[in-house]
């Protein structure tokens, strides 16, 4: 053998302490990612989901680019992907969810 080995078995060859670490950082970095990064992980090329929005691929490698955009166009953005947009602000004591947002394009009712 060439030295290679199977994933499965370095990590199970990992120290529990260090397991327990690597899991923990794994979590932070699945919690958060930019955009492009969250299209990957969803294994969505850049076309594919330009297809779903209905524009070309420049358009979305655009978008995934953009620092500042519409809360709606984020909204379809996340929805094309399977994804549901929450708003949330946090506060030292507590988080409080944005529901302005949250019902964008439904009509209201009185």
Do not use: C, W
């Not at 370095?10 to 302490?17: D, F, I, Y």
């Not at 932070?28 to 969250?38: A, G, K, P, V």
């Amino acid at each position: 053998m060439t030295g290679r080995r199977k994933f499965s078995e370095l990590v199970g060859k990992m120290p529990p302490e260090r397991r327990a670490r690597v899991d923990r950082i794994s979590d932070e970095l699945r919690e958060e990612m930019d955009l492009t990064q969250l299209r990957a992980a969803r294994r969505l090329s850049q076309a594919a989901l330009g297809e779903i929005l209905h524009v070309e691929q420049p358009a979305v490698a655009k978008l995934e680019k953009r620092t500042d955009m519409y809360v709606s166009t984020l909204r379809r953005f996340i929805e094309a992907m399977g994804g549901e947009l929450e708003i949330t602000a946090r506060f030292p004591d507590h988080n409080v969810r944005i529901k302005n947002f949250g019902d964008l394009g439904k009509a209201e009712t009185p």
